[in-house]
Structures are given as structure tokens and as C-alpha cells.
């Protein structure tokens, strides 16, 4: 089945450029997904990619597909302090309803 | 603006209690999702349910049942906590391809 792998930890400086990355096993992943969760909350949407783009850009956001490496990454521009929180890279089948998720990458933000 | 709404946040059970999790959503959306959050693991499904009157079996089943009451309630059944089931549950609802919503999650601890 579909599997889906990141990185556990990123640490970088406030007004520096995150990039979280995440692969996936499945070539017939049509939809790929970011999510954010802050401490105690649910899981927020931030952006997602369908695979016939390369890339979408969202204000500080910038989403990079690469279907032949199935690579997927998330660079944040200018990361903020509340950007802290835990990034999820999901993956979805075009035939299913299931969305498989990667063990999510935390990323700390030092002043 | 509602969204998804679970209820209770917070449990703690016995081991062999059961209990169900409540999950309601205000969308109109067709399709319902349970998955449960355990450190490192990321999200795994439990439980899903493409359209009203229809449910099927996510990743990690056992131990769980489910019920789509409605097109706006899906809930998930604990018959016989065990200590396993000690986790962070999350309901979500979908109408399409543009994501999911989450509700802020129920916390559970069995003892």
C-alpha cells in the first residue's frame, strides 16, 4: 500500500527559508496535501498539489512536485516563530477516499 | 462556521469500558473519517465512510466500530477500551479533492 516518509525534525532561525520534505511510495498518488498542526489543536489545510503541477506558490509558501522522484517539499519563506508547529505531507489515490499521511516533521523556529 | 465538532476533548477510561466518540459535521459534506494519532506515527486511519449509509475499514480497525447516523454524524465506538487505544482521536469530513477538515480532536486515556 501507500506509504509515506519525512523527516522527524527541522530547526531553523527566524527570517530563514524552511524546506520540510516528504516522499511517497505510490505513482498513482493523484492529490498531495500539507498540513499544519499547532499543540492541542486538530490538523489545518495549508496547501495542496495535484499531479499534473510542478509547483503552486501561496503567499509564503511554495510547493515543489517531482512525480518521477515521487518527492514533495514545502518551503516556507521568511519563517515566522508561529510557524513552529508540525507539518504533515499527506498523499490520496484518485480511485480512493483514503488519505495516507506521513509521520509529520517538526519544525522550531529560534529567534 | 462550525465545521467539525467532536465531543468529549477529554476522556479517561478503564480498561473494558466502552464509549463512543462523537462527530458531527456542518459542511454537507458526503464523505467521514476517523483516524487516531499516537507520537511518531503520524495519523492512521480507522475508519471511513464515503457517503451516508456505507462505512469501511481504514489501517487499524480492530477494536473499533463505527456508525454514519446521518450525512452529518459519523461515530466511533470503543466496545472494550484496552490501554492501546490510549491515543489522540480525530474526526474529519471531506466533499472532494480540496482536503480535509478536522475536528480539534478527542484526547483518550485508558488506564
Known amino acids: 500500500g501507500e506509504d509515506v516518509e519525512q523527516s522527524l525534525f527541522l530547526s531553523v532561525r527566524e527570517g530563514d527559508s524552511s524546506v520540510i520534505n516528504c516522499t511517497y511510495t505510490d505513482s498513482s498518488s493523484t492529490y498531495l496535501y500539507w498540513y499544519k498542526q499547532e499543540p492541542g489543536a486538530g490538523l489545518q489545510l495549508l496547501t495542496y498539489?495535484?499531479?499534473?503541477?510542478d509547483m503552486k506558490q501561496d503567499q509564503r509558501l511554495t510547493v515543489l512536485l517531482n512525480k518521477k522522484d515521487k518527492h514533495l517539499s514545502l518551503r516556507i519563506a521568511d519563517t515566522q516563530t508561529g510557524d513552529s508547529a508540525i507539518y504533515f505531507c499527506?498523499?490520496?489515490?484518485?480511485?480512493?477516499?483514503?488519505?495516507?499521511f506521513g509521520s509529520g516533521t517538526r519544525l522550531l523556529v529560534r529567534p | 462556521n462550525a465545521g467539525v465538532t467532536q465531543t468529549p476533548k477529554f476522556q479517561v477510561l478503564k480498561t473494558g469500558q466502552s464509549m463512543t466518540l462523537q462527530c458531527a459535521q456542518d459542511m454537507n459534506h458526503n464523505s467521514m473519517y476517523w483516524y487516531r494519532q499516537d507520537p511518531g506515527m503520524g495519523l492512521r486511519l480507522i475508519y471511513y465512510s464515503a457517503s451516508e449509509g456505507t462505512t469501511d475499514k481504514g489501517e487499524v480497525p480492530n477494536g473499533y466500530n463505527v456508525s454514519r447516523l446521518n450525512k452529518r454524524e459519523f461515530s466511533l465506538r470503543l466496545e472494550s477500551a484496552a490501554p492501546s487505544q490510549t491515543s489522540v482521536y480525530f474526526c474529519a469530513s471531506t466533499a472532494g479533492l480540496y482536503g480535509y477538515t478536522f475536528g480539534s480532536g478527542t484526547r483518550l486515556t485508558v488506564v
Open positions: 499527506a498523499a490520496r489515490r484518485d480511485s480512493s477516499y483514503k488519505l495516507i
Open positions: 498539489i495535484f499531479s499534473n503541477m
